[in-house]
């Protein structure tokens, strides 16, 4: 009787020992899943905050483009400098977005 409580009571001690063993796996996994999380995280904040600065550069070109045409309507190579600025901005920020799209799936993908 006493042998079959000991063990009895070893099983469940090694049980708990393998329930636990599984757990700090578990939290290690977890521990590592969350700093990719961050690192990706991070890497779309600084990709947003370069889309802002590549549309704030958009709107001033917009702006430039509008002022040359207001003053500058029979100089046709400043206008289209000023589309080149406009378009060359317009590039960057598509492939900014493109880049931030790819990252957001990336992360959403199991």
Not at 23 to 33: C, D, E, G, V
Not at 46 to 72: G, H, Y
Request: proline share 1%; hydrophobic share 45%.
């Amino acid at each position: 009787m006493v042998l079959r409580a000991v063990a009895a009571s070893a099983t469940r001690h090694e049980l708990l020992e393998a329930q636990c063993d599984s757990l700090l796996r578990s939290i290690k996994i977890a521990q590592t899943i969350s700093n990719h999380l961050s690192c990706i995280a991070n890497d779309l904040d600084v990709r947003n905050m370069a889309l802002s600065r590549e549309k704030a550069d958009m709107r001033d070109a917009i702006c430039t483009l509008k002022l040359s045409l207001q003053f500058e309507r029979r100089s046709g190579r400043q206008l289209a400098d000023a589309l080149e600025d406009v378009n060359g901005v317009i590039v960057c920020t598509k492939r900014l977005a493109s880049d931030l799209l790819d990252h957001a799936s990336n992360f959403f993908s199991p």
